[in-house]
C-alpha cells in the first residue's frame, strides 16, 4: 500500500521508541491523523522542549539549577554515602524505592574499551573528585551485572582510595522470581550471596 | 520524584497514545532525550508536517491529489462495486488483505443518535452522490458488528436503490480462533451463517 511520506516520516520515529515495532508506529501515526492540528503542534513544541532540559553539574540528574535538589539536600550530603548508578533511569529505580537516602552519582554507562568508552568519556574523573570534595566515606556500586559492568566496578575500586568503604548492591533471585525460570548465572550469584538465616 | 516539566509533557502526548500507560510514556520520554537535539526537531518536523495530509475528495483516504489512485483506477471503476468502510484504518485492513479489487467508500464513523452523530456528519449524502455517479451496482458494507454498525447498514439500505445489490461481509469464527473461547454472539452469528458443505 502507497502511503504518504508525511505518515511514513512520523512512523519512522516512532519506529526508534523501544518496545514500538513499525506496527505499532503506524497505528501510533494514524491515531495522530485524528488529533487536532493544534494537539500535533503542541505535542512538536513539547519535543524540541526536550532540548532545554538541563542536568545537574555534580551528579548529572535533570535539574533546571546548575545544581539539583538531591545534591543540595543537607541531609543526603551528611551521610557521606554516594550510590553510583550508570543511567537516569537507573538513578530513578533506585530514589523510587525509597530505600536510599544518600547522593547519587551517574556515570553516562559502563567501560566498554571495544566500543572506545574509556573512563573519561563516562563522569569517572568528575566522580574521584566529588569523593574528595564532599567527603565521602561510603560509596555503593548499584551498576548492573555484565562483563562491562563489573570491569567498571573493578576499575572504580583500584581508584577509589582504600580508606573509602565500596560495597556493590547485591545480586541473587529477585522477589516474586521463581528458581524454575531463573537463569543459571542467576542462581550461581545468588548461591554465591547466601547469608546465614537465623 | 520531581520531573521536569519538559518531560511531563512530553509523556502526557505519549500516554495519549493507543496502549501507551503513563510508565511506558515516561520510559519512551527518557529515551527521546538520549536522542540528539537535531532528532527531535525532526521529529517535531514530522509530527506538524501531518497538517498538510490531504484527504481524497471522494472516498476519504489520505491523497497527495485531490482524488487517490483508488479512484482513479479504471480496473476499479469497472468493477462497479464500492465498499463501505467506517474509517481509514479499516480501509487499510481490507487492502492489505488483497481480495477485494473494487472501489472504497469511507464514511468516518457509524450512525449514533445518541452522540449526535447522524447521516450528515458521516460521508452518506457524499456516498449516495457517488453511487449514480459511478454506475455502482455491487456495494459491500465492511462495517463493524455493533448495535451502532448494525443500524448504519439498515439505514443505507434504505437510502439504496433497490436495484443495486448490497451485501454485509460475513460474521463467524476468525481463522485460528477457538469455539471455546468465543463469545456467544459470536457463536451466534457462526451458526446463522452456516453453510452447506459439500
Known amino acids: 500500500m502507497d502511503l504518504p511520506e508525511q505518515l511514513k516520516s512520523v512512523q519512522f520515529f516512532f519506529s526508534k521508541l523501544p518496545g514500538v515495532g513499525e506496527k505499532t508506529a503506524m497505528r501510533q501515526t494514524l491515531q495522530i491523523t485524528n488529533w487536532n492540528e493544534k494537539e500535533r503542534v503542541q505535542f512538536a513544541e513539547a519535543l524540541v522542549a526536550l532540548n532545554s532540559l538541563n542536568n545537574c553539574e555534580n551528579c548529572g540528574f535533570f535539574s533546571s ?5 538531591y545534591c543540595q539536600d543537607e541531609h543526603r550530603i551528611e551521610t557521606r554515602t554516594l550510590c553510583v548508578v550508570e543511567s537516569i533511569t537507573d538513578f ?22 571495544l566500543m572506545g568508552i ?42 577509589i582510595s582504600e580508606n573509602i568503604n565500596v560495597e556493590r548492591i547485591g545480586f541473587g ?22 547469608k546465614s538465616f537465623t
Chains 1, 2 share one sequence.
Do not use: F
Open 118 to 159: 574509556g573512563p573519561e568519556e563516562l563522569k569517572i574523573p568528575q566522580l574521584l573528585k566529588r569523593i574528595e570534595i564532599d567527603k565521602i566515606s561510603n560509596i555503593i556500586l548499584a551498576i548492573n551485572p555484565s562483563v562491562e559492568g563489573d570491569a567498571t566496578c573493578s576499575y572504580l575500586r583500584q581508584k
Open 92 to 113: 530513578m529505580a533506585i530514589d523510587r524505592s525509597e530505600q536510599y537516602k544518600g547522593l547519587y552519582h551517574i556515570l553516562g554507562g559502563v567501560l566498554n574499551p
Open 173 to 194: 533471585i529477585p522477589m516474586g522470581g521463581s528458581l524454575e525460570y531463573l537463569d543459571s548465572l542467576t542462581i550461581m550469584k545468588a548461591l554465591e550471596n547466601r
Open 65 to 69: 539549577n546548575s545544581v539539583c535538589n
